[in-house]
């Protein structure tokens, strides 16, 4: 199913239990989930840092709204064991059982958990835009190869990730925006790529205004932005586009949750502006990256999670991304 704007609508799902779950690896650091104010509303931030055995993976956020009929979840997090925390942790919420599955984008470290809410919930329906359908075994893509990428992980992030892990595809995409009416709510699910990735996708939840914004938003932590999908001038578009919907409350990808959405909304904002701005000062200048990188001013950033492995491959990425612009402007300019 693929349409520009789509509303969904529920039926009653005959099963939504597997007889027999499968095993994963326990976790040694609980999920921690944390609620909206006065809302049926959860959430649960990782580790600001990047995935490791450290961490045991749960680096991003995601979250689930209870509502009377069924629950929508947004993202899974980067393991099956963490996915079924998640789910465990929904049922100790409510009884009814998970109707939708939004991703907020194809990053190993959103989707792995969806594994485990497939499994205890096979009647749900996974939610992405439809680049989401491009994340396959050998398939070449920008953002990253899913199979090289699983491999990685499977290394990195073992017992929880390993040979028994395997990618779930949305059953349903979308382009641009979509609409989920469920128990009283309404969930528009917006496209915002490509950005941080190529199906880069928000969803707020109405008449809460709490907004789940993905990877849009990263707040007080250094973004990942070093990969070929990475676009950040639609970036800065998105993020104000974010800032246009007024959230209430704001849930990022990555970091902090906050009732002060637009101060979230402007550290992702300043931060692109800041590397970009200090990159075009190169570029305009024919300067080397590394000698261009090394005269930069980070100390605004250098503390903060993911600098030490973030911030030089942005720079580099977004350095690409302006000589780019220069030699299309150079291309078109009068003979």
Same mark, same amino acid.
């Not at 008449?207 to 789940?212: A, D, K, Q, R, T």
């Not at 001013?297 to 350095?319: E, H, M, T, V």
């Given at each position: 199913?693929?349409? &520009?704007?789509?509303?969904?609508?529920?039926?009653? /799902?005959?099963?939504?239990?597997?007889?027999?779950?499968?095993?994963?690896?326990?976790?040694?650091?609980?999920? =921690?989930?944390?609620?909206?104010?006065?809302?049926?509303?959860?959430?649960?931030?990782?580790?600001?840092?990047?995935?490791?055995?450290?961490?045991?993976?749960?680096?991003?956020?995601?979250?689930?709204?209870?509502?009377?009929?069924?629950?929508?979840?947004?993202?899974?997090?980067?393991?099956?064991?963490?996915?079924?925390?998640?789910?465990?942790?929904?049922?100790?919420?409510?009884?009814?059982?998970?109707?939708?599955?939004?991703?907020?984008?194809?990053?190993?470290?959103?989707?792995?958990? /969806?594994?485990?809410?497939?499994?205890?919930?096979?009647?749900?329906?996974?939610?992405?835009?439809?680049?989401? /359908?491009?994340?396959?075994?050998?398939?070449?893509?920008?953002?990253?190869?899913? $199979?090289?990428?699983?491999?990685?992980?499977?290394?990195?992030?073992?017992?929880?990730?390993?040979?028994?892990?395997?990618?779930?595809?949305?059953?349903?995409? #979308?382009?641009?925006?979509?609409?989920?009416?469920?128990?009283?709510?309404?969930?528009?699910? /917006?496209?915002?790529?490509?950005?941080?990735?190529?199906?880069?996708?928000?969803?707020?939840? =109405?008449?809460?205004?709490?907004?789940?914004?993905?990877?849009?938003?990263?707040?007080?932590?250094?973004?990942?932005?070093?990969? $070929?999908?990475?676009?950040?001038? &639609?970036?800065?578009?998105?993020?104000?586009?974010?800032?246009?919907?007024?959230?209430?409350?704001?849930?990022?990808?990555?970091?902090?949750?906050?009732?002060?959405?637009?101060?979230?909304?402007?550290?992702?904002?300043?931060?692109?502006?800041?590397?970009?701005?200090?990159?075009?000062?190169?570029?305009?200048?024919?300067?080397? #990256?590394?000698?261009?990188?090394?005269?930069?001013?980070?100390?605004?950033?250098?503390?903060?999670?993911?600098?030490?492995?973030?911030?030089?491959?942005?720079?580099?990425?977004?350095?690409?991304?302006?000589?780019?612009?220069?030699?299309?402007?150079?291309?078109?300019?009068?003979?």
């Amino acid at each position: 199913m693929k349409a &520009r704007s789509v509303l969904f609508t529920i039926g009653v /799902l005959a099963s939504t239990h597997l007889s027999a779950a499968e095993e994963y690896a326990p976790l040694t650091k609980p999920l =921690q989930l944390s609620k909206v104010p006065e809302t049926s509303i959860y959430f649960s931030i990782g580790n600001p840092g990047i995935p490791g055995k450290e961490n045991e993976g749960n680096t991003s956020n995601a979250g689930f709204v209870a509502t009377d009929e069924g629950v929508v979840i947004f993202d899974a997090l980067g393991t099956p064991s963490l996915g079924k925390a998640l789910v465990d942790e929904i049922q100790k919420v409510t009884d009814k059982p998970v109707r939708y599955s939004v991703v907020s984008h194809y990053h190993a470290d959103h989707i792995y958990g /969806l594994q485990a809410v497939k499994e205890r919930f096979p009647g749900v329906v996974v939610i992405a835009e439809e680049r989401g /359908l491009e994340y396959q075994e050998k398939t070449e893509i920008s953002d990253e190869r899913a $199979d090289a990428r699983l491999e990685q992980r499977r290394d990195a992030l073992f017992p929880w990730v390993n040979k028994d892990t395997r990618v779930i595809l949305p059953d349903v995409v #979308f382009e641009e925006r979509a609409s989920i009416r469920l128990g009283g709510h309404e969930f528009l699910l /917006l496209y915002a790529g490509p950005a941080h990735s190529s199906s880069d996708t928000m969803m707020m939840v =109405q008449p809460e205004g709490v907004l789940f914004a993905g990877d849009i938003v990263q707040n007080s932590r250094v973004p990942f932005m070093n990969s $070929d999908d990475v676009n950040t001038e &639609r970036w800065l578009k998105s993020l104000e586009e974010v800032q246009n919907l007024k959230p209430n409350f704001i849930i990022p990808g990555h970091g902090r949750a906050s009732t002060q959405a637009a101060e979230a909304i402007a550290f992702t904002t300043n931060y692109i502006k800041y590397v970009r701005a200090e990159m075009k000062k190169a570029v305009d200048n024919w300067t080397d #990256f590394d000698a261009a990188y090394a005269q930069v001013d980070w100390s605004a950033y250098s503390s903060l999670p993911a600098f030490s492995s973030n911030n030089r491959g942005n720079a580099y990425r977004i350095y690409l991304e302006l000589e780019a612009e220069n030699f299309g402007k150079d291309s078109k300019a009068p003979q």
